[in-house]
């Protein structure tokens, strides 16, 4: 049974078209031009569980759209989608515990404090047992090999170690399926 | 990150996901066809192919969407050699 099932979805954003100048500036506060930009038109796609996915396709392709409307960040126009039986624009919280989402060009870690501290609040967040959230650290850590680099604040370490760590950040709420 | 950094990276993220499902968004084309089960190609928001790595690859929609018309033309230029 697919774990995820995608049908016809579609996601259309409505962009102000800001003209140049002055005069146009002001005319802009009473009068506004529109431009619908269809991100996502009429996707349908069906993922079995323990499937490895690559997204593939040129930038405005809608890849990263697909995959915020999957995990429920933005609302669809239309159509439908489940994830693990939730509908994930829905954001119960049962869902929310069940899914790890890694941005490359977001960071979740607290620039100037050690890692740890964001591990730390993430266990807050998802309400995580600390014997669990102990478990997973230890787990994590020795598997990607960065356990005495906890405790440096994250400006220090090199780009590979800091995106350890975001994988371990996203990771803490132990991901199921 | 480079090419190496990039594939060294996804396989962690393979090690820390065993057995669960992955979906993502990746641009290197020797990671993707290297580690994904199947690949989904969008151009403007619509999903073209979805099949396994094999299958896309062979896919004349995605070459077009990737390589305009050049690698068909070559192909069809390859084949008349052939024919004479």
């Known amino acids: ?177 | 990150m480079s090419k190496s950094e990039t594939r060294r990276f996804v396989n962690l993220i393979r090690d820390v996901t065993v057995g669960r499902t992955l979906l993502t968004v990746e641009h290197d084309m020797g990671v993707v066809f290297g580690l994904a089960d199947k690949i989904a190609v969008l151009v403007y928001g619509e999903v073209i192919a979805f099949d396994t790595p094999e299958a896309v690859r062979a896919n004349p929609r995605v070459q077009e969407a990737y390589l305009g018309s050049v690698l068909a033309e070559q192909q069809a230029a390859s084949a008349m050699g052939q024919g004479h």
């Open chain 1, 1 to 177: 049974m697919a774990i995820i099932t995608i049908d016809q979805l579609t996601k259309s954003y409505r962009v102000y078209q800001k003209k140049e100048g002055l005069r146009e500036a002001v005319r802009g506060l009473v009068s506004r031009e529109y431009k619908t930009v269809e991100a996502v038109r009429g996707i349908s796609l069906r993922v079995e569980p323990g499937e490895f996915i690559a997204f593939l396709g040129p930038n405005g392709a809608g890849k990263t759209t697909t995959l915020k409307l999957l995990s429920g960040v933005i609302y669809p126009t239309s159509g439908t989608a489940t994830v693990m039986g939730f509908v994930p624009w829905k954001r119960d919280l049962e869902y929310r515990r069940r899914f790890a989402l890694v941005m490359g060009q977001k960071n979740q870690l607290w620039w100037d404090l050690p890692a740890q501290e964001s591990f730390r609040l993430h266990q807050q967040i998802y309400c995580i047992s600390t014997s669990d959230y102990q478990r997973t650290l230890d787990e994590l850590t020795s598997l990607l090999d960065v356990r005495n680099l906890l405790g440096r604040p994250v400006r220090e370490l090199s780009l590979g170690e800091r995106m350890k760590m975001k994988l371990i950040a996203a990771s803490t709420n132990r991901p199921r399926a």
